[in-house]
């Protein structure tokens, strides 16, 4: 049976459509279960169930059987049709659409199953359906394209590579020029390939990157939120404390002032005694009543701080603002991984009358040469000598007691500094930083230029602290609280060593537990 044949076949007599769900009736007639439901519903005597194919009458409303058969060719068949359909070619002979199956070159005709086993096949070119056959003709000769230019990169018909404009170009049949090309495409393909694998490795090696970075952004952002919080609680403890100094003086001048009403009430009492006393007549009750005192002396603690205080001591609530503030902030850099630095001292670059103690921790003047060789990295000039470690990245402080000398400078320098002529003083150039001392004189300098520190150091101890990248050498005195001195900031380009001047007596390192046990101060 033709294709034809079978599709009318599978179509329901009522809609005329290939079966959905089909039911065969008793009479053996099969249609659509939607279509032969809605054709007795749709009938005005509801007791009348007449088969629409053979007009058989049933008494009342047959079962409606599933063919299941017949509803699984049926299945098959749209699936089919449905594949054939998507190319919307139908075959050129059939009275009604039918899917084609091929397509002649040379007749342009698409043709379903049927048609294609009685169509003439001798040299006609047959290919899968299509609805432009021409396309596949050479635009000027109408002949079938069989031959690939590749000079100019063409389809051509045998007339274009004898006759035409293509004559005497290297030419290559379809086949051939599809296989190279399909080669090409297939070296295209593995390169594609290769580099899709090779992103998919760095897309999972970035995720793994990613996974650890936010781990790591986790653990961070907990840090950083305990910081801040530390941070604010010790900012509302200051606040609190400088609100209530604030108040006290405000609240001292009540004291002055009781303190006056109460004296201005006892010098008001002596005035009526004196008075009664000026009134009397007796001359010898005048003579025997006691003294009162002497009226000169009126000024007291209390006056002298009426007359000495004037005003709200608002430099001392900014120095102790700045103080505070300072060593919450020094602090709370302390707790990012600020290392306290266990300094030796570098006997090697010691001055010839400067004495290193056994622990190079101590550098004193002294009276006696020490006999060391005269080597480039010795000091010549000055009694200086620097640390053996160096430090090129992080955050550091070390301390040093200079309570043993009076003229003194300790501060970072760079290896490169000079170690003899007149620029190689620690300050005097602008390879070293310093904090000195000289008699009653404080100052930092560098670069020979030297900013005098007002108020002196209260303390025997200072402390030097670096943050490499931020470029900050910090001085400190290390009294209670915390002063802060001075601060450099510059951007480092060598490794910094810790370095010591001592013009007299000594002056010492603090070593690594009482650096660490400062460290709780910040």
């Given at each position: 049976m033709a294709s034809a044949d079978v599709t009318a076949e599978l179509r329901c007599?009522?809609?005329?459509?290939?079966?959905?769900?089909?039911?065969?009736?008793?009479?053996?007639?099969?249609?659509?279960?939607?279509?032969?439901?809605?054709?007795?519903?749709?009938?005005?005597?509801?007791?009348?169930?007449?088969?629409?194919?053979?007009?058989?009458?049933?008494?009342?409303?047959?079962?409606?059987?599933?063919?299941?058969?017949?509803?699984?060719?049926?299945q098959a068949f749209h699936a089919t049709e449905t594949d054939q359909e998507q190319t919307g070619v139908f075959c050129n002979y059939c009275d009604f659409p039918v899917p084609a199956t091929k397509s002649c070159l040379q007749c342009e005709t698409s043709l379903c199953d049927h048609h294609l086993r009685t169509h003439d096949m001798s040299g006609h070119t047959l290919?899968?359906?299509?609805?432009?056959?021409?396309?596949?003709?050479?635009?000027?000769?109408?002949?079938?394209?069989?031959?690939?230019?590749?000079e100019d990169?063409?389809?051509?018909?045998?007339?274009?590579?004898?006759?035409?404009?293509?004559?005497?170009?290297?030419?290559?049949?379809?086949?051939?020029?599809?296989?190279?090309k399909k080669e090409k495409l297939r070296n295209d393909l593995q390169k594609l390939m290769a580099e899709t694998e090779e992103a998919e490795k760095r897309v999972q090696s970035l995720k793994e990157f990613r996974r650890k970075a936010q781990e790591k952004a986790d653990g961070e952002s907990e840090r950083v939120t305990a910081l801040f919080r530390d941070l604010r609680r010790r900012l509302e403890e200051l606040e609190k404390r400088v609100l209530s100094d604030i108040m006290r003086q405000v609240q001292s001048y009540d004291d002055i002032i009781r303190h006056l009403e109460i004296k201005k009430a006892e010098l008001s009492r002596k005035m009526r005694h004196i008075e009664e006393l000026c009134h009397m007549t007796d001359p010898l009750t005048v003579l025997q009543e006691s003294d009162t005192g002497d009226l000169c002396d009126t000024e007291d603690r209390h006056d002298k701080q009426l007359h000495d205080g004037g005003d709200l001591d608002v430099a001392g609530i900014s120095h102790t603002l700045h103080t505070a503030i300072s060593n919450i902030m020094f602090g709370v850099t302390g707790g990012i991984s600020v290392q306290p630095a266990d300094i030796l001292l570098d006997v090697a670059t010691a001055y010839n009358w400067l004495h290193i103690s056994d622990d190079r921790k101590t550098a004193s003047r002294s009276h006696i040469e020490q006999n060391r060789p005269d080597t480039p990295e010795r000091f010549q000039e000055y009694p200086q000598v620097l640390s053996s470690r160096s430090f090129s990245s992080g955050r550091h402080y070390w301390e040093v007691d200079v309570g043993g000398s009076g003229w003194w400078i300790v501060g970072m320098c760079y290896p490169s500094m000079d170690r003899r002529g007149g620029q190689s003083l620690i300050g005097d150039n602008n390879k070293s930083w310093g904090l000195c001392r000289?008699?009653?004189?404080?100052?930092?300098?560098?670069?020979?230029?030297?900013?005098?520190?007002?108020?002196?150091?209260?303390?025997?101890?200072?402390?030097?602290?670096?943050?490499?990248?931020?470029?900050?050498?910090s001085f400190y005195a290390l009294c209670d609280p915390i002063r802060h001195l001075h601060t450099y900031i510059t951007t480092f380009t060598e490794p910094l060593h810790a370095g010591l001047y001592v013009r007299r007596g000594c002056i010492k390192i603090s070593g690594r537990s009482r650096g660490s046990e400062s460290s709780a101060h910040w």
């Open positions: 007599s009522i809609c005329m459509e290939i079966y959905r769900d089909p039911v065969t009736l008793p009479c053996g007639h099969s249609f659509c279960r939607g279509c032969i439901t809605r054709t007795w519903d749709l009938r005005d005597d509801l007791t009348e169930h007449k088969c629409p194919e053979c007009q058989r009458n049933y008494s009342r409303r047959p079962e409606l059987v599933r063919n299941t058969r017949l509803h699984n060719i049926c290919l899968p359906p299509t609805t432009c056959p021409e396309t596949r003709k050479c635009s000027v000769h109408k002949k079938i394209l069989e031959y690939y230019c590749t990169a063409l389809c051509v018909c045998v007339s274009c590579r004898l006759d035409g404009e293509h004559r005497g170009h290297q030419v290559e049949t379809l086949q051939e020029a599809s296989e190279e000289e008699g009653n004189l404080y100052a930092v300098i560098h670069d020979r230029k030297v900013i005098q520190l007002p108020d002196g150091i209260p303390s025997d101890r200072v402390r030097i602290y670096l943050d490499y990248e931020a470029g900050q050498i």
